[in-house]
């Protein structure tokens, strides 16, 4: 869209988002997508508003006003919870988000302090692909991981890791799980770690009927299962159709997590247990496993920003997402006359996890934000009304009528210009211990490099 100006809003003074805090960091290839947001970002009509929180540092209503479109992609940062006992009370039992973001230097998670040396067994409740980065760094070696981006605070308390085995777990089967054949492959070929054998039970028996994907995924299992060797340092499972119902600790380790308690579950009957969404229900059967530490890892959910009431902008509370189209038009019940109807709110968009629900990879993602950017073109160039109150084609000042009064009020808010001396500065202190960076894992650092 010719001469098209944007400001994007970032809650930290930090760029990237999920790329930088949630990617592992032995994973450097996912994160070239960041090559083209800084090619993006250092175009003259892009404005990065680095250290604003949109809700709390400047009103919603305010800031849409001095806009033509406004688009959400703000991501999901609230874990889902299991609900059971023990989960809030004991000592060893985080979330998976916590834990990534704690080794990949967010700040909101610099003081976890996990307890990496307390004992042998460790679970993750999920199995998806973040389950997977868990397991895969509490199993990997330091020196493996030494050269990343990985914060120094997590390599030193890695180094005390005393976990030897690593049970991922989830309610349904194989065929149900939601992580993806390269990172069951990445973790099969760690050194010094065995894989414990998937019972032949809760495998297909005929992967050439699966279609591809399925098909794929069967046959690294199967053969892993039968190559599985013993007299390895370390060891993780895949442990299926359970569900956990009870965090328990123990006498003589008061408040730590010693056990879990789990549910045996079952396939419904006439199930097709290769079927992606096939369910389960609960047996009489029950089996409790140790564990020292606990990860769950089921999903997370985005919250809606203080002030979307105000402009008509519904939100999901159930799923975590604002209504809309395929395209990202935000979509709202408008009562016209005596029949309501389902209407775009005017110049309002949305893109990612809040859009979707918290799925997909980075590619997918990407694939989603360019649909929504299509949508608000395709908006503009039909003239319909953007902004509520203000018709198309109409010009607005932007940041640029909005940080007179946040710089008011205190505020120090970051630049591109001030982003890139951050870079430097975590580069200069990497290199100084033979790394490519080494995170500011405060605000307030950051913020220091620029006074």
Known sequence: MKDAVIDMYERLPVPYGLVRFGVAPDHPEVKNCQDKFTEVANSPNFSFIGNVEVGRDVALPTLSSQYDAVLFAYGASKDRHLGIPGEKSLVGIHSARGFVGWYNGLPEYADLSPKLDAGEEAVIIGQGNVALDVARILLSGVDRLRKTDITDHALATLAKCRIKRVHVVGRRGPMQASFTIKEVREIMALAHVSFSPIPDSLLPSDPAELPRVQKRLT????????????????????????????????????????????????????????????????TTKHVTMPASLAFRSIGYKSESIPGMRNLGIPFDEESGTIPNDTGGRIKALWQSGSEPSVKHVPGMYCTGWVKNGPNGVIASTMEDAFASAEAIVEDWERTVDMVAGHSAKSIKPGWQALKGEVHANGLQTVSWEDWQRIDTAERERGRIVGKEREKFTSIQDMLAVLR
């Open 219 to 282: 046959k690294l299992l199967m053969k892993a299962s039968l190559e599985a060797s013993e007299g390895t340092s370390k060891s993780w499972s895949l442990d299926f159709l359970l569900s956990p119902t009870t965090f328990r600790g123990s006498t003589g380790v008061s408040g730590h997590l010693s056990y879990i308690d789990y549910t045996r579950m079952t396939f419904l009957e006439g199930a097709n247990y290769n079927d992606p969404k096939a369910r389960v229900r609960p």
